[in-house]
């Protein structure tokens, strides 16, 4: 996993520069500047050995997808240079975006586990959402019990409800087997503990959770990000093919913002 090849500091320096240093190295091969004064460049940056590697990498490609920048005119080297920034500007961006999906996930299992260890919690709820996988949608909003529940209550009103209530089922049955409620990556709900006096009474379905869709708004936040990169881009190397990659981005950024 490439998560656990950064620590705290480097995942939030990935975040911040991701542009910075696809612009450093794109500018820097326009003006023929040697690798290593782009090294130093990124080396105030992060000193990170990780995301220098990647950047290094990066570099390089770009180089011999550029090929013998002599032979090219001073139009066709522009040209390619950008198209050749732009899809490692992509690929950065793919990274950003696996490297967020491995912590949200970490973070959520290792929440899970956390609190099911917890010798308080006997109940927890689902949250719900408002456009749940298929395959999900029967299991959100709903009540679950700790399989270790008897371990932890001699309370007989308990040991009664969730034997009385034949359709309860476990965390440890939805989460660590079909469906993967919560466990499953890409999905977005959580449980969290409820008090079995809450649950004695009735008044659970008042601490579920009710969560908007929010896809639309991120994805409009990455375009939004592509078009802010793409119009530096096009002022270092103006180009026509900048021009069309600008417009058709910013009008993604409109679908998806008027949907939101």
């Known amino acids: 996993m490439i998560l656990s090849k950064l620590n705290a500091r480097s995942k939030w320096v990935l975040f911040s520069i991701e542009n910075r240093c696809a612009a450093i190295v794109a500018s820097g091969i326009a003006r023929f500047v040697p690798k290593f004064i782009v090294m130093r460049q990124l080396k105030k940056e992060t000193n990170e050995p990780f995301l220098l590697a990647q950047f290094t990498k990066m570099y390089d490609r770009m180089l011999k997808k550029i090929g013998n920048r002599l032979k090219m005119s001073k139009k066709e080297r522009i040209e390619k240079v950008y198209s050749t920034a732009r899809d490692e500007f992509d690929e950065i961006e793919h990274l950003k975006n696996q490297i967020w999906r491995e912590k949200d996930q970490k973070d959520k299992l290792d929440g899970l586990k956390d609190e099911l260890d917890d010798e308080k919690n ?16 029967e299991y959100q909003g709903k009540l679950y019990y700790s399989e270790k529940w008897a371990e932890r209550t001699k309370d007989e009103h308990i040991a009664r409800y969730i ?98």
Not at 122 to 137: E, G, L, T, W, Y
Not at 167 to 194: D, I
């Open 122 to 137: 006997i109940f927890f709820v689902c949250s719900r959402h408002q456009n749940p996988a298929k395959d999900h949608a």
């Open 163 to 260: 034997k009385s209530h034949r359709g309860l089922k476990s965390v440890e049955e939805v989460c660590y087997n079909t469906p993967y409620l919560v466990t499953r990556p890409n999905c977005k709900h959580t449980l969290k503990p409820v008090r079995a006096s809450t649950v004695l009474s009735g008044e659970w379905k008042d601490e579920v959770d009710y969560v908007k869709d929010v896809s639309r708004n991120l994805t409009y936040e990455k375009y939004y990000e592509r078009a802010k990169f793409l119009t530096e881009m096009n002022k270092r190397l103006p180009n026509k093919e900048a021009a069309r990659d600008i417009a058709r981005t910013r009008a993604l950024m409109r679908k998806h913002k008027n949907k939101k």
